[in-house]
Structures are given as C-alpha cells and as structure tokens.
C-alpha cells in the first residue's frame, strides 16, 4: 500500500506526540506501527524529504 507524503508526516507527527494513527483497513496494526517506526528513522537519518515519493517513471 502506498501513502502520502503528508499522511506519512501526520503519522510520524503523532508518534513522537506518543500517540498512534488510526490503522488504515486492510493491513494489520502490527505491521502499520512497524511502517511509521520505519518512517521515523528514515526521517531521523535522511530528513523529511526522504518520505516522498520518488519521480521515477512519470510522465
């Protein structure tokens, strides 16, 4: 599933307030709470920009 930027920002936003998203239907709360973690570091490493999606393959 892919996800916005600004829905990635919102959930990395909450998670360092301490609190949690609401789990997008279809995927387990388990491994959603893993992908914001994910998001976390990857912020914390590469800067918010490295949320966004690549522009590769667009016309």
Do not use: D
């Not at 709470?33 to 016309?59: F, S």
């Amino acid at each position: 599933m892919r996800y916005t930027y600004e829905f990635k920002k919102k959930c990395v936003e909450l998670y360092r307030q301490g609190q949690w998203a609401e789990c997008p239907e279809g995927i387990s709360e388990k491994e959603f709470k893993n992908t914001i973690r994910k998001w976390v570091r990857i912020e914390e490493a590469q800067g918010c920009e490295a949320l966004k999606h690549k522009n590769q393959n667009k016309v």
